[in-house]
């Protein structure tokens, strides 16, 4: 027989110390909404209780509002003094180190101080708290420009976190520390700290900071020029903040959306974004980020024309930090100032303004090359053209000076995304000057910079010389000469945000043509990239938009180009990506334009002049590389690859060769096979192309473990000296195209390794119609001809099929490929 008891059990109520380290834990976590409920309740129910936990408590509270920058709400909550009894307490340290940040976010920066240092005082055998305040003193360092302060404060909590295994406290460090590096402008130093703390603030899950973090890389991207990387993080690090509750950073997080939207000329969408937010940014009550809301409202009123309403945004701004109610963006207000008298032709105020920028410690790098630039420009309205020349080419050597500090190849890659547009306001002033080649050569100091960086580099480790990093000196160049040694017709495009030019340069003369501006040009390039792999021929009446391409980007020109001319296009921004020989002649009738120009891309006139200098290349030589094993689903097999190996290697029957096929083809065994001592390198199989990181673009071998990619960044590290290397894979020219430094993939990467010819290709190719143009490449190849004729042949062959049915006439088959000339 069962005995069944029944009965109830008494569960004892929580102590207050673990309800009150359950709060703090979801406040670390970025739980806002709940901690701030939970400790409300933890208030009324211990008050009475205990004065200690009452007063616990309601520091815990005021420092969850404070960091939803509810700060107001904070310090009235602390306006009590503290009993005797918990005076000299880590109680009265927190309540101190709260109230002091709160001051911060006030831009009460001396009551801050005095704050902040009495916590300091009292949890010094604390050591978490002590952590927490070290921190916050180190941000408030920042906010008055005290660089060295703030690095030694921050460094301090690092070493402490760590020493005592204070993780949330080291991922906090180790975000100030980016945003200290952020704050001076080394851009590439502030995302590793970044990064670093992101992976812990991410395994702690500490959602706030992950938010704040997110926000700061979003910006450190959009000052290096990687607009699309800003983007994507500025949207995560708003969605993140929005689901903490944290307000006062969504709304930093959309104006960080804003600026990335104003750099890339999109002026609606950046406004857009402003207003939208600018009623929560008052409720808010944060004067720092209002004041920023209207000086990029001001900057985009006046880029669309408004005057009147930039000076209105601006007044606002003005009263404020007149007030004393903010110190942060004055800078930035006086740049708005500058700009507004300059379009008034208040050239006096304007100069005073711009001159002030310049000479103001509080303005960081950016700010100074857009006063030195737009000072120039108020020295050009004003006919003072000496001065106008000086002071642009001051606004270069800053950018110049910054971008050689950054340290990461890929980062100095995207560097000149955001100061372009002072090169083009230089540009468009020598040309108002008649000063032609010297805007050529302004032009010319924004290309291939990276990778002529690392050429020269590799040169020098080769003969043991130190490195050095090309400057703007380093760049004397003899266009006409160039087009001499080439025998070639030398097409540079510079395509401006108001106006775009063509210089044509042939062995006797450089002339330089006016073309449309970006506005106009670019979403036709677009439209064209399209519709070319679609059509069927020249006479397909989807063709108009390669029609006005010609129209707008060679005919001008078409005089100093007769029929079987050589031409190199040394193009910029959008028609990186455009196969300049599919454009339609529409005269005598439509054809496409390689059946009268061979065509070769190059990236820098710089380059091209030292590709005629380069020495001689080995013997006749191959590496061939490909028909590899199936890595996974999204790789299948290539049916025709077999066939492609064989036709290649049948060229090199009598010549030293390599081949690395099947199994062999891995990535370790290409890296070690020393692909620098072959004069022609050839890969057979698939390629991916990456958009926000084109480094990590690669081409897709056999697996060995767990890789099977041999990415860009591992290619230019080994070097090269082949006449030709050809990626037989799609998308090898890469997808993304950087200001000055062109498409960015595996072309580039083998260029940079040392190729003296690279064949890419622009989209995806056919297997079916690859291995016939590869075997005529090569058969033209063998019988003498360069590069450029054996590609225009091959190509030509695919096109002019006898087979008038045959489907490789459109240019989906033989247009894909490219050639790239490098050093």
Same mark, same amino acid.
């Given at each position: 027989?069962?005995? $069944?008891?029944?009965?109830?059990?008494?569960?004892?109520?929580?102590?207050?110390?673990?309800?009150?380290?359950?709060?703090?834990l979801?406040?670390?976590?970025?739980?806002?909404? &709940?901690?701030?409920?939970?400790?409300?309740?933890?208030?009324?129910?211990?008050?009475?209780?205990s004065?200690?936990?009452?007063?616990?408590f309601?520091?815990?509270?005021?420092?969850?509002?404070?960091?939803?920058?509810?700060?107001?709400?904070?310090?009235?909550?602390?306006?009590?003094?503290?009993?005797?009894?918990?005076?000299?307490s880590?109680?009265?340290?927190?309540k @101190?180190?709260?109230?002091?940040?709160?001051?911060?976010?006030?831009?009460q920066?001396?009551?801050?101080?005095?704050?902040?240092?009495?916590? =300091?005082?009292?949890?010094a055998?604390?050591?978490?708290?002590? *952590?927490?305040?070290?921190?916050?003193?180190?941000?408030?360092?920042?906010?008055?420009?005290?660089?060295?302060?703030a690095?030694?404060?921050?460094?301090?909590? $690092?070493?402490?976190?760590?020493?005592?295994?204070?993780?949330?406290? +080291?991922a906090?460090?180790?975000?100030?520390?980016?945003?200290?590096?952020?704050s001076?402008?080394?851009?590439d130093?502030?995302?590793?700290?970044?990064?670093?703390?992101l992976?812990?603030?991410?395994?702690?899950?500490?959602?706030?900071?992950?938010?704040?973090?997110?926000?700061n890389?979003?910006?450190?991207?959009?000052?290096?020029?990687?607009? =699309?990387?800003?983007?994507?993080?500025?949207?995560?690090?708003?969605?993140?903040?929005?689901?903490t509750?944290?307000?006062?950073?969504?709304?930093?997080?959309?104006?960080?959306?804003?600026?990335?939207? @104003?750099?890339?000329?999109?002026?609606?969408?950046?406004?857009g974004?402003?207003?939208?937010?600018?009623?929560l940014?008052?409720?808010?009550?944060?004067?720092?980020?209002?004041?920023?809301?209207?000086?990029?409202?001001a900057?985009?009123?006046?880029?669309?024309?408004?005057?009147?309403?930039a000076?209105?945004?601006?007044s606002? &701004?003005?009263?404020? +930090?007149?007030?004393?109610?903010?110190?942060?963006g004055?800078?930035?207000?006086a740049?708005?100032?500058g700009?507004?008298?300059q379009?008034?032709?208040?050239?006096?105020?304007?100069?005073?303004a711009f001159?002030g920028?310049?000479?103001?410690?509080?303005?960081?790098?950016?700010?100074?090359?857009?006063?030195?630039?737009?000072?120039a420009?108020?020295?050009?309205?004003?006919?003072?053209?000496?001065?106008?020349?000086?002071e642009?080419?001051?606004?270069?050597?800053?950018?110049?000076?910054?971008?050689?500090?950054?340290?990461? +190849?890929?980062?100095?890659?995207?560097?000149?995304?955001?100061?372009?547009?002072?090169y083009?306001?230089?540009?468009?002033?020598?040309?108002?000057?008649?000063?032609t080649?010297?805007?050529?050569?302004?032009?010319?100091?924004?290309?291939?910079?990276?990778? =002529?960086?690392?050429?020269?580099?590799?040169?020098?480790?080769?003969e043991?010389?130190?490195?050095?990093k090309?400057?703007?000196?380093?760049?004397?160049?003899?266009?006409?000469?160039?087009?001499?040694?080439?025998?070639?017709?030398?097409?540079?495009?510079?395509?401006?945000?108001?106006?775009?030019?063509l210089?044509a340069?042939?062995?006797?003369?450089?002339?330089?043509?006016? $073309?449309?501006?970006?506005? +106009?040009?670019?979403?036709?390039v677009?439209?064209?990239?399209?519709?070319?792999?679609?059509?069927?021929?020249?006479?397909?009446?989807?063709?108009?938009?390669?029609?006005?391409?010609?129209?707008?980007?060679?005919?001008?020109?078409k005089?100093?180009?007769?029929?079987?001319?050589?031409?190199?296009?040394?193009?910029?921004?959008s028609?990186?990506?455009?196969?300049?020989?599919?454009?339609?002649?529409?005269?005598?009738?439509?054809?496409?334009?390689?059946?009268?120009?061979t065509?070769?891309?190059?990236?820098?006139?710089?380059?091209?002049?030292?590709?005629?200098?380069?020495?001689?290349?080995?013997?006749?030589?191959?590496?061939?590389v490909?028909?590899?094993?199936q890595?996974?689903?999204?790789?299948?097999?290539?049916?025709?690859a077999?066939?492609?190996m064989?036709?290649?290697?049948?060229?090199?029957?009598?010549?030293?060769?390599?081949? $690395?096929?099947?199994?062999?083809a891995?990535?370790?065994?290409?890296?070690?096979?020393?692909?620098?001592?072959?004069?022609?390198?050839?890969?057979?199989t698939?390629?991916?192309?990456?958009?926000?990181?084109?480094?990590?673009?690669?081409?897709?071998?056999s697996?060995?473990?767990?890789s099977?990619?041999?990415? &860009?960044?591992?290619?230019?590290?080994?070097?090269?000296?082949?006449?030709?290397?050809?990626i037989?894979? *799609?998308?090898?020219?890469?997808?993304?195209?950087?200001?000055?430094e062109?498409?960015?993939g595996?072309?580039?990467?083998f260029?940079? &390794?040392?190729?003296?010819?690279?064949i890419?290709?622009?989209?995806?190719?056919?297997?079916?119609?690859?291995?016939?143009?590869?075997?005529?490449?090569?058969?033209?190849?063998?019988q003498?001809?360069d590069?450029?004729?054996?590609?225009?042949?091959?190509?030509?062959?695919?096109?002019?099929?006898s087979?008038?049915?045959?489907?490789?006439?459109?240019?989906?088959?033989?247009?894909?490929?490219?050639?790239?000339a490098?050093?």
């Open positions: 027989m069962t005995t $069944l008891v029944s009965g109830c059990t008494r569960f004892a109520a929580p102590s207050p110390e673990s309800v009150y380290n359950d709060i703090f979801k406040m670390r976590r970025g739980e806002y909404e &709940a901690a701030l409920k939970d400790v409300e309740r933890a208030r009324q129910r211990y008050a009475s209780k004065i200690e936990w009452g007063w616990r309601r520091v815990l509270q005021a420092q969850i509002l404070v960091t939803r920058s509810e700060y107001k709400a904070g310090l009235a909550l602390l306006s009590e003094e503290l009993p005797l009894q918990l005076q000299s880590d109680i009265e340290a927190r @101190y180190m709260v109230e002091g940040i709160a001051y911060r976010y006030a831009q920066f001396d009551d801050s101080d005095k704050h902040l240092l009495r916590a =300091e005082q009292l949890a055998a604390t050591p978490d708290l002590l *952590c927490q305040i070290l921190n916050a003193q180190g941000a408030l360092a920042v906010d008055e420009n005290n660089y060295a302060t690095e030694a404060l921050f460094r301090r909590a $690092l070493s402490l976190a760590r020493d005592k295994q204070l993780t949330w406290s +080291e906090s460090a180790l975000g100030n520390l980016g945003r200290l590096a952020t001076q402008g080394h851009f130093e502030a995302l590793d700290w970044d990064r670093s703390a992976r812990l603030a991410q395994s702690l899950g500490m959602q706030g900071t992950v938010s704040a973090i997110l926000g890389m979003a910006w450190d991207y959009r000052k290096l020029g990687d607009f =699309e990387n800003a983007l994507a993080l500025d949207k995560q690090a708003e969605g993140a903040s929005m689901q509750g944290l307000i006062g950073n969504q709304v930093y997080w959309l104006t960080g959306m804003s600026n990335v939207y @104003y750099e890339q000329h999109q002026y609606e969408l950046a406004g974004v402003l207003v939208q937010a600018l009623d940014a008052r409720k808010q009550d944060d004067k720092r980020t209002l004041v920023e809301f209207l000086n990029d409202l900057e985009i009123a006046l880029e669309t024309g408004e005057i009147d309403k000076e209105r945004y601006y606002e &701004a003005s009263q404020i +930090e007149q007030a004393g109610l903010d110190r942060s004055v800078v930035a207000s740049l708005v100032r700009r507004i008298e379009r008034k032709r208040g050239y006096g105020d304007a100069e005073r001159k920028v310049i000479a103001d410690s509080r303005a960081d790098a950016a700010q100074k090359w857009e006063a030195e630039a737009r000072l420009q108020t020295y050009a309205d004003e006919s003072h053209y000496g001065q106008a020349d000086t642009f080419r001051r606004s270069l050597e800053t950018i110049e000076k910054v971008r050689s500090s950054v340290q990461a +190849e890929d980062l100095r890659m995207s560097f000149l995304s955001s100061g372009i547009a002072f083009d306001g230089y540009i468009q002033f020598l040309i108002s000057q008649g000063r080649l010297d805007a050529l050569r302004v032009a010319e100091l924004s290309r291939a910079r990276t990778l =002529e960086e690392g050429l020269t580099a590799q040169a020098q480790k080769k043991n010389k130190t490195s050095t090309v400057t703007h000196a380093d760049r004397n160049i003899s266009p006409k000469q160039i087009a001499a040694r080439f025998h070639a017709t030398l097409l540079f495009y510079w395509i401006g945000h108001n106006h775009s030019y210089w340069i042939t062995p006797t003369k450089t002339t330089y043509f006016v $073309l449309p501006k970006a506005a +106009e040009i670019e979403p036709l677009r439209s064209y990239q399209k519709t070319v792999l679609a059509m069927r021929d020249a006479q397909d009446p989807d063709g108009a938009d390669g029609e006005r391409l010609y129209t707008m980007l060679i005919e001008p020109a005089k100093l180009i007769p029929r079987g001319s050589r031409v190199i296009v040394l193009p910029d921004q028609l990186y990506g455009l196969n300049f020989e599919t454009m339609i002649v529409s005269d005598p009738q439509p054809h496409f334009w390689i059946e009268d120009v065509l070769t891309t190059a990236s820098s006139l710089t380059l091209l002049e030292h590709s005629t200098n380069r020495p001689s290349t080995p013997a006749k030589s191959l590496l061939l490909g028909n590899t094993e890595p996974n689903a999204d790789f299948p097999t290539l049916a025709q077999p066939a492609e064989q036709k290649i290697e049948r060229y090199f029957a009598d010549s030293p060769r390599k081949v $690395l096929e099947g199994r062999q891995t990535p370790s065994a290409y890296l070690g096979s020393d692909p620098g001592r072959f004069s022609y390198v050839h890969f057979v698939h390629g991916t192309a990456s958009h926000t990181r084109p480094l990590e673009s690669a081409v897709i071998l697996k060995e473990g767990d099977y990619k041999l990415y &860009a960044r591992d290619i230019v590290q080994h070097h090269l000296n082949a006449d030709l290397v050809t037989s894979a *799609c998308n090898g020219s890469g997808t993304r195209a950087y200001s000055g062109g498409l960015v595996l072309s580039w990467a260029l940079r &390794a040392g190729a003296h010819n690279v890419a290709a622009l989209w995806e190719v056919s297997d079916a119609s690859t291995p016939q143009l590869m075997d005529t490449l090569y058969g033209e190849l063998s003498g001809k590069p450029a004729t054996a590609l225009r042949n091959a190509k030509l062959a695919l096109l002019h099929s087979d008038s049915k045959s489907v490789f006439k459109k240019p989906f088959y033989w247009a894909p490929f490219q050639l790239y490098g050093s």
